[in-house]
């Protein structure tokens, strides 16, 4: 097995969530669970697959329970969904530093 690069922690998570339209991001997901996953309720950086399409981002606390995936249009498009309530598979697979 490879050691990760420095600065990166190998992550095997995969969760199914449906697009959410509110709160401080225009569109997001809501991973519940992450919070145990990552052991924090602080900003994650992580990278993985959406819907099989790579991604890197910030998790972003939500204050009170699990991290929000804040979703950019460009990511909406490359996986043909952007509605509220359409379900996305997220696998994450690294926690940056």
Do not use: N
Request: glycine share 10%; net charge positive; proline share 6%.
């Amino acid at each position: 097995m490879t050691a990760a690069p420095a600065g990166v922690q190998r992550l095997d998570a995969a969760f199914t969530a449906p697009i959410r339209k509110d709160g401080a991001f225009p569109t997001y997901l809501e991973l519940d669970g992450s919070v145990e996953l990552l052991g924090t309720r602080r900003a994650v950086k992580v990278a993985g697959t959406l819907d099989g399409h790579e991604f890197r981002a910030t998790l972003m606390p939500s204050g009170t329970g699990p991290h929000w995936l804040p979703l950019r249009a460009a990511l909406c498009r490359a996986i043909g969904k952007a509605d509220a309530g359409e379900q996305v598979a997220v696998r994450l697979q690294q926690r940056l530093s």
